[in-house]
């Protein structure tokens, strides 16, 4: 199985900051890496797929990139609507999740 | 619009079972693959199962296999996950969701709590 690990576990930031989260594959997932954002009490939303393709709809502040086994998502200026938790996951071995990194207010 | 509507949650006793049910519409149900991804209280994501769209391609996570099967009926537009031997560990907000493949899950619906408890 795919072992997917994220960094930070919570990321403490500021409205306007640029913000980063990595995930690590546990072997090479070429380019099968999708991004989700979950608020408290809903269901995950998905962001980016394919490493840095944006879902329709998705503000162009969230981008992608990375390739084999370490992948980013980067909010070029973090909003107030972008507090939440964001998982990245596999989808070349069936599926697996990161444990998710909470980006919180500071 | 794309809808999913799991139903079929509940309180159930350790050993027992439970039938979960989606119902789809807004998009070509017979056409698209689906999984199961559950969320235990104040945890992450764990994606649960798969199925391909003529039920050809079925895939269960380690931790429910065995014991969990997926199932699906085009004619109804529903998909279902029977859940037998239930453990505590299986509490959880089981959600259903749209598998777009190679452009990943794109949409999931509200979920549908079960606990495991006696």
């Known amino acids: 199985d795919i072992q997917m690990t994220q960094s930070p576990s919570t990321l403490s930031a500021s409205v306007g900051d640029r913000v980063t989260i990595t995930c690590r594959a546990s072997?090479?997932?070429?380019?099968?890496l999708a991004w989700y954002q979950q608020k408290p009490g809903k269901a995950p939303k998905l962001l980016i797929y394919?490493?840095?393709t944006l879902e329709s709809g998705v503000p162009s502040r969230f981008s992608g990139s990375g390739s084999g086994t370490e992948f980013t998502l980067t909010i070029s200026s973090l909003q107030p609507d972008d507090f939440a938790t964001y998982y990245c996951?596999?989808?070349?071995?069936?599926?697996?999740f990161g444990q998710g990194t909470k980006v919180e207010i500071k | 619009e794309v809808q999913l509507v799991e139903s079929g949650g509940g309180l159930v006793q350790p050993g027992g079972s439970l039938r979960l049910s989606c119902a789809a519409s807004?998009?070509?149900?017979?056409?698209?693959?689906m999984d199961w991804v559950r969320q235990a209280p104040g945890k992450g994501l764990e994606w649960v199962s798969y199925?391909?769209?003529?039920?050809?391609?079925?895939y269960y996570a380690d931790s429910v296999a065995g014991r969990f099967t997926i199932s699906r009926d085009n004619a109804r537009n529903s998909l279902y996950l029977q859940m037998n031997s239930l453990r505590a560990e299986d509490t959880a907000v089981y959600y259903c969701?749209?598998?777009?493949?190679?452009?990943?899950?794109?949409?999931w619906g509200q979920g549908t709590q079960v606990t495991v408890s006696s």
């Open positions: 969701a749209r598998d777009r493949g190679p452009a990943a899950t794109d949409f």
């Open positions: 807004g998009f070509t149900f017979s056409s698209s693959e």
């Open positions: 199925m391909s769209p003529t039920g050809n391609n079925i």
């Open positions: 072997q090479s997932i070429s380019s099968w």
């Open positions: 394919k490493v840095s």
């Open positions: 996951q596999q989808y070349t071995d069936y599926r697996s």
